[in-house]
Every structure is written in structure tokens, then in C-alpha cells.
């Protein structure tokens, strides 16, 4: 897991202003970035658009470029996708995690990580139910379900008949 808690990682979210030629790092397309993160041209671009990516500039031909600290980036933000945070709540958290540099982020997301937790239990009991109400409708209709006598009991199939 990618820890936010490396207190030098702050920089990582910042915008970097300083071209190719002054850092001496390659910078990559969204596309490349793309390639090397596995998440999609389309996602980079709307994370760059919420402030959770930040480009390094445009080429001449004004494609974005990024520096490697964007694979940071975009392995956190996947991280904490997968671990079932909103892209809402990633960006509170890295609004927090920018404007308050000394304070420690682990609080805050581990606050986050119980409100996944819970969608993630409303989200089964609510699969749960349809479970229920499928297992409850299969014994209902077992002749319908089966071909032996009609579904849907439409009274337009009886009028026709």
C-alpha cells in the first residue's frame, strides 16, 4: 500500500512548474502516463481536472505532460479507489492533505475508510433483499418459470387464446 503518511510526500501533489530542462526528469503524454499506470487516458484527464493530478506544462503541440511524481499520484488515487473511497472523498482528502502539511492525514482516512465500510453493508444487506426476493419469486413461479403455465399472467395473451 501507498502510505500519505511520509511526511516528504507532501510535494508529490503540487504542481511542478519547472520544464523538462530544468528538472532533467522525462516527462510523459497522458498516454504514456496511461501505460505506465494501467488507469485510463479518459480518468487521467478527469483527475487532472479535479486537482488530483497535477501536468507539468504542454508540449509544443499542447499535449499535457507529467513528471513521475504523477505515477505517485495516480497509484494513490487507484489505491484509495480500490479501498472504496469516492473520488469526492479523495479529493477532501488531499484538500486537507495539501493545506494542512503537518497534520497527520492517517485520522481523517481512517474516518473515510468506516464510511466505505458502511456503504459496503448497506450495499449487502441491499443485495441481500433482491437475493430474497428472487429466491421468493422463483418459488412463486416455478410453473411459469419452468414453461408449464404463463409469467406474466397478461391478460392480452388470454384474449388472443
Known sequence: MIALTTPNLY?????????????NEPLM??????????????AIRQFE?????????????????????AIWC?????????LGLTIKEIQQLVA?????????IGPRLAKLLDLAERRIEQRREELDRIQR???????ANSAALAGRSDLMNDPRRRQAA
Not at 498516454?31 to 494501467?38: D, S, V
Not at 481536472?49 to 513521475?68: C, K, M, Q, V
Not at 486537507?96 to 497527520?104: A, C, N, Q, S, T
Not at 426476493?133 to 418459488?139: H, T, V
Open 133 to 139: 426476493r428472487i429466491r421468493e419469486y422463483r418459488a
Open 49 to 69: 481536472g479535479l486537482g488530483l493530478i497535477y501536468s507539468a506544462g504542454r508540449s509544443e503541440a499542447n499535449y499535457r505532460l507529467f513528471d513521475e511524481s
Open 11 to 23: 510535494h508529490h501533489f503540487l504542481m511542478y512548474q519547472q520544464s523538462e530542462e530544468q528538472t
Open 96 to 104: 486537507v492533505y495539501l493545506d494542512r502539511p503537518g497534520e497527520p
Open 29 to 42: 503524454t497522458v498516454g504514456e502516463l496511461a501505460r505506465r499506470t494501467g488507469m485510463s487516458a479518459k
Open 74 to 82: 495516480v497509484q494513490v488515487i487507484g489505491n484509495l479507489r480500490s
